[in-house]
């Protein structure tokens, strides 16, 4: 059986560049990501590229002593080309209707593809481990999407900066999860 404890990033203030670090807040949102998962058995991180993201699981790597490695395939969904006045509405569009999406944006089903393939090939590379994938809100949604139908539009907006669930995943592709942030 494998683990991921997956992290969604901790709060960042918002700008369009996807460059953008974590807020005051954010980092100390941070530490307490180490806080949690610093007992835990890891043994490999794997963050997005974007900074918010590798930034809010760095505590931990030091901590606990492990190089974090970059997988550009954890980065967040792109909703579309243009900022949404109404991004609630947008981003529920997307989760009504999987196969939808906006100009120039990426489809759910597409992203929870790209995410489960990392999940698949990190299964085979580190087998009875524990991993853990620095992401983002929707991704990290639509993953856990694929063990439980029942994650929707409300779960994503459920999610709080940051936030933690682990997933266990057995040998069969039999997939539980729970949440372990505050």
């Given at each position: 059986?494998?683990?991921?404890?997956?992290?969604?990033?901790?709060?960042?203030?918002?700008?369009?560049?996807?460059?953008?670090?974590?807020?005051?807040?954010?980092?100390?949102?941070?530490?307490?990501?180490?806080?949690?998962?610093?007992?835990?058995?890891?043994?490999?991180?794997?963050?997005?590229?974007?900074?918010?993201?590798?930034?809010?699981?760095?505590?931990?790597?030091?901590?606990?002593?492990?190089?974090?490695?970059?997988?550009?395939?954890?980065?967040?969904?792109?909703?579309?080309?243009?900022?949404?006045?109404?991004?609630?509405?947008?981003?529920?569009?997307?989760?009504?209707?999987?196969?939808?999406?906006?100009?120039?944006?990426?489809?759910?089903?597409?992203?929870?593809?790209?995410?489960?393939?990392?999940?698949?090939?990190?299964?085979?590379?580190?087998?009875?481990?524990?991993?853990?994938?620095?992401?983002?809100?929707?991704?990290?949604?639509?993953?856990?999407?694929?063990?439980?139908?029942?994650?929707?539009?409300?779960?994503?907006?459920?999610l709080t900066m940051p936030d933690i669930y682990a997933l266990s995943?057995?040998?069969?592709?039999?997939?539980?999860?729970?949440?372990?942030?505050?």
């Open positions: 059986m494998v683990t991921f404890y997956l992290v969604r990033h901790a709060h960042a203030k918002w700008t369009p560049d996807d460059a953008r670090p974590l807020s005051e807040q954010g980092f100390e949102n941070a530490k307490q990501v180490a806080n949690v998962l610093q007992n835990f058995p890891i043994r490999a991180i794997y963050s997005s590229p974007e900074r918010r993201a590798f930034q809010t699981i760095f505590p931990l790597a030091e901590q606990i002593g492990i190089q974090i490695e970059i997988e550009a395939n954890l980065r967040e969904r792109k909703l579309g080309d243009e900022v949404f006045e109404d991004f609630l509405g947008a981003v529920e569009a997307t989760w009504r209707n999987p196969s939808f999406a906006h100009p120039g944006g990426e489809a759910s089903v597409d992203a929870q593809n790209r995410g489960l393939t990392i999940v698949e090939r990190l299964q085979v590379k580190h087998p009875n481990e524990a991993v853990v994938l620095s992401t983002h809100g929707n991704l990290m949604s639509l993953i856990l999407q694929a063990f439980d139908p029942s994650v929707d539009f409300s779960f994503w907006n459920s995943i057995s040998q069969t592709g039999v997939g539980r999860y729970y949440r372990l942030w505050m």
